[in-house]
């Protein structure tokens, strides 16, 4: 887990605006099928969204930080029951124009 500078951050932050959430956490909270999940988006995108279900039965920082810790990545905000994470791939083919959270 790399530490984001706050112009790192600020950047992501923005960059994560116009996402959707692609990740859900439902009743039954972190379970290894949404490790997995994030951890696939992750590999092919490096910023993602996750939406937490008002039924689950975690608190949302917490969560997070726990995600992020345990798959090597790091939050870059949380905001209600959304939270948006963020870990570079060194072998993703990156192109000057866009990101690759933009494709």
Same mark, same amino acid.
């Given at each position: ?5 706050? #112009?790192? @951050? =600020?950047? $992501?932050?923005?960059? =994560? ?15 290894? !099928?949404?490790? *997995?999940?994030?951890?696939?988006? $992750? @590999?092919?995108?490096? $910023?993602?969204?996750? *939406? ?8 949302? #920082?917490? =969560? !997070?930080?726990?995600? =992020? #810790? ?10 209600? @029951?959304?939270?948006? $994470? ?18």
């Amino acid at each position: 887990m790399m530490r984001l500078s706050s #112009k790192e @951050r =600020a950047t $992501l932050r923005a960059e =994560a605006h116009r996402l959707t959430a692609t990740v859900h956490v439902g009743h039954h909270g972190v379970t290894d !099928a949404v490790r *997995q999940s994030l951890d696939d988006d $992750l @590999r092919t995108h490096e $910023l993602v969204k996750i *939406q937490f279900t008002k039924t689950a039965d975690v608190t949302v #920082k917490d =969560a !997070a930080n726990d995600l =992020a #810790k345990a798959i090597g990545a790091d939050v870059v905000q949380v905001i209600g @029951r959304t939270a948006t $994470l963020f870990r570079e791939n060194p072998e993703l083919e990156k192109k000057e124009a866009s990101p690759p959270w933009r494709r």
